[in-house]
Structures are given as C-alpha cells and as structure tokens.
C-alpha cells in the first residue's frame, strides 16, 4: 500500500530539533539556489591561498537547506538545489564518515587553491559550492532533507519517508556496556520443577508399595 505524505509541518520537524515558523524569513544564508542563477549578489570572500590541507579552516554557519520552500519541493519531487554535493567532494553516497568527508573537502579547496591562470571569481564560486558541499554533507539534518529531495525526484510517483533515505547506520561513540544477564529466576524455575518431579517419583513409588 501507498504511505500517504506527512503534513508539512511535521516533515520539518523532522529534519531539524529546533522549531521554526513556516512564515517566517528565508534561510539565513543566500537561497542556496532553488534554482542556482546568476541573480545572486553576494560576493564571496576572498580566499587566501595556501599548500597546506591543514590550515585548511572548515567552513561554519547556520543551515542553509531547512526552509519550508524547501521541504515543498522535496514533497512535489522537486531538486531544492542544482548541485550534486557528493560529486562536487568526490564521495560516494554511501560515505558517513567525518573523517572522510571532511579531508574530501580540504583536499578539493586545496586543489581549487592551486590551479593557474583561473579567474578570482570563478576560483572563489568553486570554493562556495564546496563550502556548501561540506556543510549539507557533515550535517545530519541537512543531509537527510538532501538525501530525501534526491530520492522523490528519482522516483516522484512513490513516496518515501524521510528516515527511510537515511542510511546512517554508524553511531557516534562507543555503545554503552551491556548489563550482564540475570540467570537467577531461569536456575530457580528449573530447581522448582527438579523438586517437584522427584517429589511426584517418590510418591508414586510410595503408593505403589501400599
């Protein structure tokens, strides 16, 4: 049978723990192009070129995917983006690692970096894209809607939850130690039930001999 959509409201709730306003302003970021175009007038930052991954800073800020606009599209099996995120890092969809996806990013800026005779601007549009990269793809929330609008635009005509995109299947941090078993109540039954067939044999045979 056919899952019927969830309503708006609580799909976005699922993707971030914090509540928002359907209503309310756009995301805080530029509109992370729905679609991208050259409309766009914020100018990039200029990026001080270096060799070394290290001093590579990871970029920070607030989402820049969860917006009810967003979640819409998703439903309707709209890309909310014209961005393949996973091809701009040259990471599989199946990666979930930090670790890998953060080193991805460092070495694709350090790649950009190094590049000659390429324009200013072009060089800083490729570091933006890759900054969006790494943000969606090490965030889980953001991830997940991304993960989610890929998956209805595949397949428009069979909805899917948004969980069920999400194949996370690492956990952060060792697993808690398991209790050890409590045998007690097991020994005891069979005790009980020991006794009482001894007691039934001994009796049958005692009024057998009478």
Known sequence: PRLSPLPLPNIINTFSSTSFSLATKPPPRRFISIIRNSGDATDPSPTTATSDNSDIELPEGPPSLISALNVERALRGIPITDINYYGELGIPKSCRSEEVITAAYKSKVDEVLKQQGVDGDEVNNKLEILKEAYRVLSSDQERRLYDWSLSRNENPDTYSWPF???????????????????????????????????????????????
Not at 165 to 179: I, S
Not at 183 to 190: A, I, K, Q
Request: charged share 20%; hydrophobic share 45%.
């Open 164 to 210: 069920e995109v999400d194949d996370t299947v690492t956990a952060k941090g060792d697993p808690p130690p398991q209790e050890p078993e409590d045998f007690g109540p097991t020994r005891f039954v069979g005790y009980s039930f020991l006794v009482w067939l001894l007691v039934s044999i001994v009796l049958s045979i005692t009024l057998n001999l009478i």
